[in-house]
T-cell receptor, first 110, second 114 residues
Framework: SQQGEEDPQALSIQEGENATMNCSYK?????LQWYRQNSGRGLVHLIL?????REKHSGRLRVTLDTSKKSSSLLITASRAADTASYFC??????????FGPGTRLSVLP | DAGVIQSPRHEVTEMGQEVTLRCKPI?????LFWYRQTMMRGLELLIY????????DSGMPEDRFSAKMPNASFSTLKIQPSEPRDSAVYFC????????????FGEGSRLTVL
């Protein structure tokens, strides 16, 4: 079973708007990561947040983590057409593997 | 650094044929992962290696699938015989052993089994 579940499944916004994606997971984690996948390409790591962190920033990205609710959110501010992609959260499963959610497809319209 | 290199990028084959997918991880990375991505099931971990040793192959669908890592710079995923339901994009990823950090993905091998 998948550990992470992203919400919404798809999101369409206008350029310049903010995009928020959510991730819920089921069991305790050590850290949570977000990845981006452009169409036809491999996944690219965006940001990692550890279980003892509540918020982290990287450029236009802001990630929050609420371990009590077993949820995380990814905020992309001032979105651009180039942000159009699928976004996945990944949680550390047993051993050293990572379990990915089904992803959120983000479309940023010019 | 060239990143994780996968080949072939695209493969079209007929049911029953053998398929071999190849991966070269990033130099210095001792953990290697094979994932399969489909619309229906998303990203599924098939198997991962630490220091060339398979650690968890519980995600391998069935005996038709096998993976090897003969050395630190090369891994293969073989499907024999292939079936239409194996059609998917297969990704290889690597990272440093023991790290809880990011996975580095290849561009994937898109397999179509007719």
């Amino acid at each position: 079973s998948q550990q992470g579940e992203e919400d919404p499944q798809a999101l369409s916004i206008q350029e310049g708007e903010n995009a928020t994606m959510n991730c819920s997971y089921k069991t305790s984690i050590n850290n949570l990561q977000w990845y981006r996948q452009n169409s036809g390409r491999g996944l690219v790591h965006l940001i990692l947040i550890r279980s003892n962190e509540r918020e982290k920033h990287s450029g236009r990205l802001r990630v929050t983590l609420d371990t009590s609710k077993k949820s995380s959110s990814l905020l992309i501010t001032a979105s651009r057409a180039a942000d159009t992609a699928s976004y996945f959260c990944a949680t550390d499963g047993s051993g050293q593997n990572f379990v990915f959610g089904p992803g959120t497809r983000l479309s940023v319209l010019p | 650094d060239a990143g994780v290199i996968q080949s072939p990028r695209h493969e079209v084959t007929e049911m029953g044929q053998e398929v071999t997918l190849r991966c070269k991880p990033i130099s210095g990375h001792n953990s290697l992962f094979w994932y399969r991505q489909t619309m229906m099931r998303g990203l599924e971990l098939l198997i991962y290696f630490n220091n060339n040793v398979p650690i968890d192959d519980s995600g391998m669908p069935e005996d038709r699938f096998s993976a090897k890592m003969p050395n630190a710079s090369f891994s293969t995923l073989k499907i024999q015989p292939s079936e239409p339901r194996d059609s998917a994009v297969y990704f290889c990823a690597s990272r440093q052993t023991g790290s809880t950090g990011e996975l580095f993905f290849g561009e994937g091998s898109r397999l179509t089994v007719l």
